[in-house]
């Protein structure tokens, strides 16, 4: 499975961005793809996850009511939807892909399989 994240850019505070993750080659063995985050000096951080079947989504509180997650299956893209980014946001955003089918959502980014290249956001005040 490749991905291919793009959509980052410098915006100022309050203002959206929508990021993408196209997947290609064995997609049939993705079961869920997440959004993560890394700011310099940072670990890195787990922002939510969508079920590539199904409606499951889950984001962190942190970006509950400003971050959304979608899919579409046609296109096999996930998009990560920022609104009223804050500087705290800045980061370098990965999506992943899991392969296993789990009955929790991983957080952890160590059960992610598959990565995406990331895409820099960087938020300015």
């Known amino acids: 499975v490749q991905l291919q994240a793009s959509g980052g850019g410098v915006v100022q505070a309050g203002d959206s961005l929508r990021l993408s993750c196209a997947a290609s080659g064995r997609t049939y063995t993705v079961e869920a793809v997440a959004w993560f985050r890394q700011a310099p000096g940072k670990e890195r951080e787990f922002v939510g996850e969508?079920?590539?079947?199904?409606?499951?989504?889950y984001v962190t509180d942190s970006a509950k009511g400003r971050f959304t997650i979608s899919r579409d299956n046609a296109k096999n893209t996930v998009y990560l939807q920022m609104n009223s980014l804050q500087p705290e946001d800045t980061a370098v955003y990965y999506c992943?892909?899991?392969?296993?089918?789990?009955?929790?959502?991983?957080?952890?980014?160590?059960?992610?399989?598959?990565w995406g290249q990331g895409t820099q956001v960087t938020v300015s005040s």
């Open positions: 969508i079920k590539w079947r199904g409606d499951s989504t």
């Open positions: 992943a892909a899991d392969t296993k089918r789990r009955s929790f959502t991983a957080t952890s980014s160590f059960l992610y399989k598959y």
